[in-house]
């Protein structure tokens, strides 16, 4: 029997650091909260002029104490600290939740205290919005930073065959937000021996009841598939670990807001496509309607510019139109600004033809790294997805929906297989999932699974957080 070294069971003992994951969790919040209401407060003194009346800046900071311990206290009921296996949108939905809940507690405690005429509505407004926005942003940056450590989220034991484990194994370490950190895999069938993305293998449950023991994990994923395996593993799993996870293969339906239903002991699950759902269609449709029209009433001078310096540095038209498949496979012309030269597509053809590696990645993603069809102005264009801008125009006519799958080309729907009987039942997207998920490196498969788990997974919580990472996206440059 291989013994595991002994620096790997010291390394997990001391990598085990909830208390400094939820101090830091804590001071980001305060923080952000603090700057929520001093910002909030700067707003309305510069206001003061137009508005007229007064800033109590002691009012305000006495409530900012108070509005900060209520947000705490109520995170930490809500499972916020350290909130390791929440999902960027269920993280989102809790925040809003906390700091709406935590606004009415400041009503209540300000008038109480005889404080509330004090106490300027619009800052009690604004702290509302900008608390809410700076917490995400504060918490998406820190988690973002520090779940790339070693000691962050929660240590734990896969347990399954390895053609089950691996997977696992790996979507745990590619989602590391989640702060899920599988230290240890067993096979209770004793076939593998071989370690899964660096993650050792114990070879025996004496072995594994020892590792337990002496590092104190207490959380054991069990990734074979539902049915006898369990019933053969529960029990001793069951007396090993305090906290045992299911995985359950949930590709062809929805898994963000699956519900458990308790059917007289039997265990049922229920999931909806809401984004199939007439209701649902309707509130979709009217909101990316009202967030379209502010954009175009907000960017209409960036369309000038832009359209200035494609005519400058080009000959050719300012926009450009492509067939793209809509709803229910019908076709329409998708709007662009420019960014190729004329002879675009005689360029691609002999480039393709000529250069085997080029083509190989064309056939791999749809899209060349550099592509030598694209003008200077269209580079600076796609590495922000200002090119995407006229696409609102699409939205307007009722083409394209803000937020959705990719708008895919009618020559690839030979290769979107049975996805797109999925897919193309709804309205494409200006941005959507695969968008600020995977981008260019995503494969074309991997594009479709991306597009299926947004339809699948639809909420208006979904569309907010693809809205958020989207502005993170175009802000760093990495296009859409």
Known sequence: M??????KIQTTLSESRNPVVNLLLVVNDILMISLAVL????IRYLLLPILGGVINWR???????????????????NGLYPGFGLAAVHEMQKIIYVVSLATVF???FLFLQQLGLAYSRSIFIFTWAFSSLFMMLGRFALRNRFSRLNWWGVPLVVVGSADYAEPVIN??????????RPIFYFDPNLKSKATINDVPVVETKEELKD????????????????????????NWMRDVFPNILFVMDTASFGSLWVRTIDLHGTLVIETNYHLLNRREKTVKRVLDMILTVLLLLFTWPVFLILALLIRLDSKGPIFYTQKRLGKNGETFDSIKFRTMFDNAEEKLEELLEDDSDAAAEYEKYHKLANDPRITRVGKFLRRYSLDELPQLFNVVKG????????????????VMGDTAKIILKVRPGLTGWWQVMGRNSTLFKERLQLDEYYISNWSIWLDVYIIIKTVWVIGKGEGL
């Open 59 to 77: 009012v305000i900071l006495n409530g900012m104490v108070f509005f900060i311990i209520f947000n705490i206290f109520l995170a930490w009921l």
């Open 399 to 414: 083409d394209m929906n803000l937020i959705g799958p990719r708008s895919y080309m009618p020559s690839e729907l030979p």
């Open 171 to 180: 979507k745990m370490i590619e989602s590391r937000r989640l702060g899920f």
């Open 211 to 234: 590792v337990v023991a002496k590092t104190g994990i207490q959380h054991v994923v069990f990734a074979n598939p539902i049915g006898k395996a369990i019933a053969d593993n529960f």
């Open 39 to 42: 910002f909030s407060a700067g």
């Open 106 to 108: 400041l009503g209540v």
């Open 2 to 7: 291989n013994k595991l070294p002994k620096t």
